[in-house]
């Protein structure tokens, strides 16, 4: 899974924890893996935690969260696609991710 987690973040941020994209229409994505408020919320009411958004710019945090979305599908690929979103454009990112591993 370290190798997918990277492969994104590599896809995500150039591998920069600092990258703020403010683009995102749900309050932008922070951090190396590029989370939103909505992962980080399921985060947080899952594990009873108060994670800011701006926490999300510790790559410890970020994996976590990663790994934890991961462990809601039973498919990796599905969860690589899930991560970006839904219909051709998560296909094209699970290819981008492939292509990286």
Known sequence: ???????????????????VNFD???????????????KLN??????????KIS????VKLSKRIFLFHCRQYKDIDIAIRSWNGSGEKA???LKLVKERL
């Not at 370290?2 to 924890?17: D, L, W």
């Not at 229409?25 to 909505?38: E, R």
């Not at 926490?55 to 510790?58: A, G, N, V, Y």
Request: one cysteine or more; glycine letters at 10%; aromatic letters at 14%.
């Open 1 to 19: 899974m370290e190798n997918v987690f990277t492969a994104i973040c590599y896809i995500e941020s150039r591998g920069n924890p600092y990258v």
């Open 24 to 38: 995102d229409p749900n309050g932008g994505s922070w951090g190396v893996a590029q989370i939103g408020q909505l």
């Open 42 to 51: 399921e985060f947080n009411r899952a594990n009873k935690t108060q994670y």
């Open 55 to 58: 926490d999300l710019l510790d």
């Open 91 to 93: 296909q094209k990112y």
